[in-house]
């Protein structure tokens, strides 16, 4: 048996920190998902979003799924860098989900894979406004190990996130909503950028 474990990050070298440990765990990397917004002075390179298999390693250490990160379109989150599993399944469901509320697009990928109804709105809400999500499908002997891991890097507590989204009008994920351009993200680092809550 095995369940999936998701975290974001609102840092993307911590998401990318987190991704590196599970695969020092032993995860493969066709286990392990990571979607991300950046932007500004964080913004996406191009080593970021077309990382070879020969310069992978050179990059923050590892190869395996950072090694395939690539460009994509997600309804409701516009450009984001990602790799694994969980985009792919996104980007499928967004295909007939493009203005499906939240059973579908990437809320309903993440809801498909064991998170609630809650977190998925607010997790895809935090990439929307520049997060990176981490996601990992761990066998049950694993799972401990692996949420340890996934709690080193401080990730974003998601109910005190959906409440500080909520606070300022929000209700669910709309993946109708406009992308966020450079300013909102900045603007959303700075609201949060007090220190983090661990899971």
Do not use: C
């Not at 064991?114 to 002997?141: C, I, M, Q, W």
């Amino acid at each position: 048996m095995s369940k999936t474990i998701t975290r974001m990050y609102d840092n993307y070298e911590d998401a990318k920190s987190a991704v590196a440990a599970l695969e020092t765990l032993g995860i493969p990397h066709n286990d392990i998902s990571i979607v991300a917004r950046r932007s500004g002075e964080h913004s996406i390179t191009a080593d970021d979003a077309g990382i070879g298999a020969t310069t992978g390693a050179l990059i923050g250490g590892v190869g395996g799924l950072l090694a395939g990160l690539g460009l994509l379109a997600i309804p409701g989150l516009g450009a984001v860098v990602a790799a694994g599993w969980l985009a792919s399944t996104a980007v499928g469901a967004g295909v007939g989900a493009i203005a499906g509320g939240a059973a579908g697009g990437f809320v309903g990928a993440l809801q498909e894979e064991g998170v609630t109804e809650h977190d998925a709105n607010v997790y895809s809400e935090g990439v929307r406004r520049g997060g990176s999500l981490v996601s990992a499908k761990v066998k049950d002997d694993l799972a401990p190990q692996a949420e340890d891991v996934l709690n080193r890097y401080g990730p974003v507590n998601p109910a005190e996130r959906g409440a500080s989204y909520r606070e300022r009008g929000w209700t669910a994920f709309d993946p109708a909503a406009p992308a966020y351009g450079d300013a909102d993200v900045a603007r959303e680092r700075d609201h949060h950028e007090e220190p983090r809550a661990r899971v």
